[in-house]
Structures are given as structure tokens and as C-alpha cells.
């Protein structure tokens, strides 16, 4: 069973700089698009970032374009999301997702607990 697990995040001050984490298990981690999503209660889950297997295509949201950087490191099996510029209105629940079938993906397979980001000004 895959398993992904997200790190870092927290708590920060408008206009700082935060970085999440999101570790994989349980089977192959090269080859799978690897993205990012967030949620507030009481709304939809937003897609934020994806990125594939080799790292040379991305796509982001309109709404972190510029601020936000995805990238990932195969061999520790992990994938990156850079957040710089952070808004109050960033404060969500970070989501780790993974689609085993490759670039590009519209679903997909797996996805992590989740991790709190807030955002104070």
C-alpha cells in the first residue's frame, strides 16, 4: 500500500517563506506525477501544484503562480513545495497526492493526511 506523508509547515507571518515535505512508501516512487492540494473547511479541495517523474514539467494554480515552487528528489523519495510570498488567505490544510500513471494527471490514486499552514498578518 502507498503510503505518503507530509512534513514541515506550521505557522508564519505574512510574507514569509515556508516548505512542506511529502515522503513516499510502499512501492516505486520514480515515474508518478507527484501534486500538491489544499483545503479549508467548509470548501472544496484546490489543486495547488503537480510536477513529473523527472521533474522537467510543472503546472501550478493561477493563484500561487510566482510565489509557490514544486520540485522533487527520487532517490530520498520525496517532493518539495516551495511557498514564498505566503498570504493570509494561504492558510489551508496542505494535501500530498501522487497518480501512478504519469504525466499529466487529472485523478489521482493516493493521497496524505494532510498538514496545517497558517498564515498571521
Known amino acids: 500500500q502507498v503510503q505518503l506523508v507530509e512534513s514541515g509547515g506550521g505557522s508564519v507571518q505574512a510574507g514569509g517563506s515556508l516548505r512542506l515535505s511529502c515522503t513516499a512508501s510502499?512501492?516505486?516512487?520514480?515515474?508518478?506525477?507527484m501534486g500538491w492540494f489544499r483545503q479549508v473547511p467548509g470548501k472544496e479541495r484546490e489543486f495547488v501544484s503537480q510536477?513529473?517523474?523527472?521533474?522537467?514539467?510543472?503546472k501550478y494554480s493561477d493563484f500561487v503562480k510566482g510565489r509557490f515552487t514544486i520540485s522533487r528528489d527520487n532517490g530520498k523519495r520525496t517532493v518539495y513545495l516551495q511557498m514564498n510570498g505566503l498570504k493570509a488567505e494561504d492558510t489551508a490544510v496542505y494535501i500530498c497526492?501522487?497518480?501512478?500513471?504519469?504525466?499529466?494527471?487529472?485523478?489521482?490514486?493516493?493521497w496524505g493526511q494532510g498538514i496545517q499552514v497558517t498564515v498571521s498578518s
Open positions: 497526492a501522487a497518480d501512478t500513471r504519469g504525466w499529466p494527471s487529472t485523478y489521482f490514486d493516493y
Open positions: 510502499g512501492r516505486t516512487f520514480s515515474g508518478w506525477t
Open positions: 510536477i513529473n517523474w523527472n521533474g522537467d514539467n510543472t
